[in-house]
């Protein structure tokens, strides 16, 4: 008896040396993670629109149109002089589970360029999203994201009519094509608000981030 409860309390030692040991662990690594995400993220916006100078985070004002997909993050984009469009970092669910992608879109409402960040699909099929070796135009060397780029947004946006596939990895193609067009529409919608209400965008969404009135024919403002 006395031999059992001598074992468990070493194993509860251990089990404890080893949580607190994990929890330092995490505690060092998660804000490289994070600083190293973020780094993605900006040099991934950065691709989208080379001539970005700014991004301001929009993310409170655009909401995405289905449940199936969300938005961790939504930006205005502009230059030094003027609005670029607006870029979302979205999450829905592809055949290997989640899917993280960074779609772009500029002031004529078309996609300025796609970047998947995160996909966990089959290696050497759907993976292949990832892949900037991988061409769904071998002659043009286009890959499957790269081929949304000056795609506009009245297109039909249907795998194997206007938008190629990946080889063998149809589940795939139709699940990031459909995480593309909600948060290419949402990022139009968020575009075309702005337009309507005589607003520039960045007056905009300051105001309904703040329950202000936005002032109409504002002139954008330069911040992050």
Request: charged fraction near 15%.
């Amino acid at each position: 008896m006395k031999g059992n409860a001598r074992l468990g309390f070493i194993l509860a030692m251990f089990a404890a040396v080893g949580c607190g040991t994990l929890a330092v662990v995490q505690g060092i690594t998660a804000p490289a993670i994070a600083m190293q995400s973020e780094k993605a993220l900006n040099e991934s916006l950065t691709i989208l629109f080379p001539e970005a100078a700014s991004f301001e985070d929009i993310t409170e004002t655009l909401k995405p149109t289905s449940e199936t997909v969300s938005f961790e993050k939504a930006y205005l984009v502009k230059s030094a002089a003027a609005p670029l469009g607006v870029a979302v970092k979205a999450v829905g669910s592809s055949y290997g589970g989640t899917a993280k992608l960074l779609v772009g879109v500029s002031l004529t409402r078309s996609i300025a360029g796609v970047s998947v960040l995160q996909l966990a699909d089959t290696a050497g099929l759907g993976q292949n999203a990832m892949n900037d070796a991988y061409y769904v135009n071998k002659a043009e060397k286009i890959t499957f994201p790269g081929q949304f780029k000056g795609k506009y947004l009245t297109d039909a946006f249907e795998v194997k009519k206007d938008v190629v596939a990946i080889t063998a990895a149809t589940i795939s193609s139709k699940a990031l094509t459909g995480i593309v067009k909600i948060a290419a529409d949402a990022a139009a919608a968020w575009l075309e608000n702005q337009t309507s209400a005589g607003a520039a965008p960045t007056d905009q969404a300051a105001a309904a981030a703040s329950g202000a009135p936005a002032q109409a024919g504002a002139a954008p403002t330069g911040g992050k």
